[in-house]
């Protein structure tokens, strides 16, 4: 047998094609270890933030529970009396939309979170309608004008 029909009888194409998958695989895997040299070398030179790491993948840290956030500003006493006045030019009932146009255009910083924080604090009180009304009532408990002066 010569040629053609010993490589045949022998299974030589296929064992040309299980040599030449062997060397490209070889090839594969040794491009992606070169590839991934660098991560090897971390772990090598800082192995405790490395298993930190990867106990961060089995066991993730749970958030701490935290509070609410406190008010959005340690006084609303200055913020409820400019919106009280700019309430008052514009007329009640009023949309916020307009109120924090209006507010922004006379220089109040954060007027959004302004107008939110005297939402919260209930001194601007919805009509279910759509519209807001400005709780004088409530105005005048945190501000303290409800209160009955004392001689020192």
């Known amino acids: 047998m010569k040629g053609l029909e010993a ?31 660098h991560v090897v070398l971390g772990v090598w030179e800082n192995p405790k933030a490395w298993l930190n790491r990867v106990r961060l993948w089995f066991f993730p ?5 935290t509070e609410p956030p406190g008010p959005y500003f340690d006084d609303i006493h200055e913020s409820a009396r400019q919106l009280n006045l700019l309430i008052h030019a514009i007329g009640e009932p009023f949309s916020l939309p307009a109120l924090i146009e209006k507010a922004e255009k006379i220089g109040i910083s954060h007027a959004h979170s302004v107008v939110s924080h005297l939402i919260v604090s209930h001194l601007i009180v919805p009509d279910q309608k759509g519209y ?9 408990r945190l501000l303290g004008k409800g209160r009955k002066k004392t001689k020192d």
Request: charged residues 20%; proline residues 2%.
């Open 132 to 140: 807001f009304y400005w709780n004088q009532k409530e105005c005048d």
């Open 7 to 37: 490589i045949s009888h022998y299974h030589g194409v296929s064992l040309a094609v299980l040599g030449v998958t062997v060397v490209f695989i070889a090839l594969v895997v040794l491009a992606v270890i070169i590839s991934r040299l």
């Open 61 to 65: 840290e749970k958030p701490e529970k």
